[in-house]
């Protein structure tokens, strides 16, 4: 069953990879290599994907090429694990549209963005108006998606507190990484509203002050990891839990703020997924970088040490 069809309310518990959008050397998407790469992560213990997010270079594609790509990872993911569908645009027409496309082509439900080009026109009035304009004719639920680090707008604490009250609304992933904000959101929404964390680099964090998970690019490569720091955490064990989160902070950061989505697909690539190339106007790593990237994974113990190649040369 569809879990956004069902009367059961949608749960958001768990961990959920932002998954990387594959090319192929022209260009084009890979969609053979997105079917391997799925093959592989639903051998995982994640609850579900988000497809066509930021990590999914999703302001590079056509809007054909967003939801076809939605049309053929619902036919490799399993239907027991959901299918968040990135459907911001900046116009609320816009997204009203691709949120209704994105539902028809199998997504389970939706992830939308704040609108960033007016930025400085972005009130809460606004995008509270804005949110709730999708969320009345959207017929799957709602994740309200807060990255200021990309967008410069930040969702405020008001403007959840009161969208959280639409019956479609079911959760937010805040990429601030302001652990009192998100308790906060915890505390003055009901019960049924689910803060994800946006970043695995605050997912303990935000585990302690009430969120119920991750949205996180560390996901696409360390998810049994995440997972086990979730379950560690849950069991009351938390030193276990602790130790995870300090292991993974610098390879997150490495996929995140400090290499971004090239980095995360170089690290997939060398963990023997398929990160494949990015679409311009982003570069690759350069050959150091994918050098640093190598170091970090090593690091974290998410690949093992090269080995090294004795000197033969005689002196």
């Given at each position: 069953?569809?879990?956004?069809?069902?009367?059961?309310?949608?749960?958001?518990?768990?961990?959920?990879?932002?998954?990387?959008?594959?090319?192929?050397?022209?260009?084009e998407?890979?969609?053979?290599?997105?079917?391997?790469?799925?093959?592989?992560?639903?051998?995982?213990?994640?609850?579900?994907?988000?497809?066509?997010?930021?990590?999914?270079?999703?302001?590079?594609?056509?809007?054909?090429?967003?939801?076809?790509?939605?049309?053929?990872?619902?036919?490799?993911?399993?239907p027991?694990?959901?299918?968040?569908?990135?459907?911001?645009?900046?116009?609320?027409?816009?997204?009203?549209?691709?949120?209704?496309?994105?539902?028809?082509?199998?997504?389970?439900?939706?992830?939308?963005?704040?609108?960033?080009?007016?930025?400085?026109?972005?009130?809460?009035?606004?995008?509270?108006?804005?949110?709730?304009q999708?969320?009345?004719?959207?017929?799957?639920?709602?994740?309200?998606?807060?990255?200021?680090?990309?967008?410069?707008?930040?969702?405020?604490?008001?403007?959840?507190?009161?969208?959280?009250?639409?019956?479609?609304?079911?959760?937010?992933?805040?990429?601030?990484?302001n652990?009192?904000?998100?308790?906060?959101?915890?505390?003055?929404?009901?019960?049924?509203?689910?803060?994800?964390?946006?970043?695995?680099?605050?997912?303990?964090?935000?585990?302690?002050?009430?969120?119920?998970?991750?949205?996180?690019?560390?996901?696409?490569?360390?998810?049994?990891?995440?997972?086990?720091?979730?379950?560690?955490f849950?069991?009351?064990?938390?030193?276990?839990?602790?130790?995870?989160?300090?292991?993974?902070?610098?390879?997150?950061?490495?996929?995140?703020?400090?290499?971004?989505?090239?980095?995360?697909?170089?690290?997939?690539?060398?963990?023997?997924?398929?990160?494949?190339?990015?679409?311009?106007?982003?570069?690759?790593?350069?050959?150091?970088?994918?050098?640093?990237?190598r170091?970090?994974?090593?690091?974290?113990?998410?690949?093992?040490?090269?080995?090294?190649?004795?000197?033969?040369?005689?002196?």
């Open positions: 069953m569809n879990p956004a069809t069902s009367d059961k309310p949608l749960s958001l518990d768990g961990v959920y990879p932002p998954i990387p959008t594959p090319f192929k050397p022209n260009g998407i890979d969609f053979d290599h997105l079917r391997a790469n799925l093959d592989r992560w639903n051998e995982q213990p994640l609850s579900g994907y988000v497809v066509g997010g930021s990590n999914g270079e999703f302001v590079l594609l056509t809007l054909q090429e967003r939801v076809e790509v939605i049309r053929k990872a619902r036919a490799t993911i399993p027991d694990r959901l299918l968040i569908a990135g459907s911001g645009m900046e116009s609320t027409r816009a997204t009203v549209d691709l949120t209704l496309q994105m539902a028809e082509a199998g997504a389970d439900a939706v992830i939308v963005v704040t609108p960033s080009y007016y930025k400085r026109l972005m009130s809460t009035a606004a995008l509270e108006n804005h949110y709730r999708v969320a009345d004719v959207s017929p799957v639920p709602i994740i309200l998606y807060s990255v200021p680090a990309n967008t410069g707008v930040d969702l405020q604490l008001e403007t959840v507190v009161r969208l959280a009250d639409h019956p479609k609304v079911v959760g937010i992933k805040d990429s601030g990484g652990l009192a904000k998100i308790g906060a959101m915890v505390h003055e929404t009901p019960d049924c509203f689910q803060v994800l964390a946006g970043s695995a680099g605050f997912l303990l964090g935000a585990l302690v002050v009430g969120a119920v998970g991750a949205i996180a690019a560390l996901a696409n490569i360390a998810g049994p990891e995440l997972v086990e720091m979730l379950t560690q849950r069991a009351g064990n938390l030193a276990h839990a602790q130790a995870i989160q300090q292991r993974l902070i610098e390879a997150n950061t490495a996929v995140t703020t400090r290499f971004g989505v090239p980095g995360l697909k170089a690290a997939m690539d060398m963990m023997g997924y398929y990160g494949g190339p990015v679409r311009s106007p982003l570069l690759p790593l350069s050959d150091e970088e994918r050098g640093m990237m170091r970090v994974l090593e690091k974290a113990g998410l690949i093992s040490s090269l080995p090294q190649v004795p000197n033969l040369r005689e002196d």
